[in-house]
Nanobody
Framework: QVQLVESGGGLVQAGGSLRLSCASSGSMLSLNAMGWYRQAPGKQRELVAAITGGGITNYRDSVKGRFTISRDKAKNTVHLQMNSLEPEDTAVYYC?????????WGQGTQVTVSS
């Protein structure tokens, strides 16, 4: 059972930055893909960014050029650097890890961007 612990959410003004972090209890040797989803009130959960064990990244179009996902293999941690934040980025952000036969989730961290 993998546990994911997120940190770094908060309140920021439009144009500001936040950095989310997610520590995984899984094996550092697993090289599972990891990523971030978000869910705004009344909307479906959507994939924001993902990174494979080999470092290949993928972003949803609306965050390209503003968000950067990275991973620290030594600490089994994934980060999401969010710059030029917009009110539309307001949501609960969830860390996820794709295991061999299931997907693991963190508890979520709130990101609120004020206009």
């Amino acid at each position: 059972q993998v546990q994911l612990v997120e940190s770094g959410g908060g309140l920021v003004q439009a144009g500001g930055s936040l950095r989310l972090s997610c520590a995984s209890s899984g094996s550092m040797l697993s090289l599972n893909a990891m990523g971030w989803y978000r869910q705004a009130p009344g909307k479906q959960r959507e994939l924001v960014a993902a990174i494979t064990g080999g470092g290949i990244t993928n972003y949803r179009d609306s965050v390209k050029g503003r968000f950067t996902i990275s991973r620290d293999k030594a600490k089994n941690t994934v980060h999401l650097q969010m710059n030029s934040l917009e009110p539309e980025d307001t949501a609960v952000y969830y860390c996820t890890e794709w295991g061999d036969d299931r997907q693991f989730w963190g508890q979520g961290t709130q990101v609120t961007v004020s206009s």
